[in-house]
């Protein structure tokens, strides 16, 4: 399937047409769903509405079918969950993480919005493990009822050929992010690669360079260069300093 890039304005159609019924009533007849699922079908996409509070998945295109072999009715994080490569459970936690964290900022200051994705390997319908692309836009909204919902796109984004090293990471409120995947969207991660998040992540948990390299089968030496390394990406002179700005981030 060749991919067609198209302008994303169509979702922020999507939310003014359905926002007033809180996206209870969608209707596939609708000329803004018949292209949506259009573009989608093309570019191998689907898209999810989800009410964070209630933590309720509220509409799911008929696409999720088709990529994930998922009926709407039997779709709940549980699915992700089971569906996911096991060396992404990191990543996915720190995802639902994430949306938790800036739907409560968006909730008490009862307005904004935030934009938050990644990439993620999950089972298809074919059983295969897929590079997705899940990107989420959390907007408040006053009316039926106050609430904080997730509009989520996810794309396959196979084609990019990212290997088992490389991800994608964002979050925030650059909104010219929220856009089809491109090669230089994509590319925008974590500084720290999958080893050296793995071993701050040790650190952070009291463990020293000799149980690091126990735990991992390293050597001490090369767990010792790891953390140089952390330490010059992150332009950090502690440890400490680089472990007090991940927690924030939640990326620890």
């Known amino acids: 399937m060749t991919p067609s890039p198209y302008n994303y304005n169509i979702f922020f159609d999507f939310i003014e047409s359905y926002l007033p019924t809180g996206f209870l009533s969608i209707h596939e007849d609708d000329p803004i769903m018949q292209r949506l699922e259009e573009v989608m079908e093309v570019n191998d996409q689907f898209l999810t509405v989800i009410h964070l509070e209630k933590i309720k998945y509220l509409y799911c295109s008929k696409r999720s079918n088709q990529v994930l072999g998922v009926e709407f009715s039997q779709l709940n994080p549980a699915h992700y969950q089971a569906a996911i490569h ?29 934009l938050l994705s990644c990439t993620l390997r999950f089972r298809n319908r074919n059983g295969n493990f897929v590079n997705f692309l899940g990107q989420d836009y959390l907007f408040y909204a006053g009316t039926p009822n106050e609430a904080v919902f997730g509009l989520r796109i996810v794309t396959n984004v196979d084609w990019c050929k990212m290997n088992n090293n490389s991800f994608h990471q964002y979050v925030g409120k650059d909104f010219s992010l929220f856009r089809y995947p491109d090669e230089d969207l994509l590319k925008i991660a974590s500084a720290f690669s999958k080893r050296e998040l793995e071993i701050i992540k040790m650190i952070e948990s009291g463990l020293g360079s000799k149980e690091i390299a126990e735990k991992l089968f390293l050597s001490v030496h090369t767990v010792n260069t790891h953390r140089t390394n952390i330490l010059e990406k992150s332009g950090k002179n502690q440890i400490s300093e680089l472990l007090y700005e991940l927690k924030e981030q939640g990326l620890v």
């Open 86 to 114: 096991p060396d992404d459970l990191d990543r996915l936690a720190w995802r639902n993480c994430q949306i938790l964290k800036e739907e409560g900022k968006i909730f008490l200051q009862k307005k904004g919005s935030a």
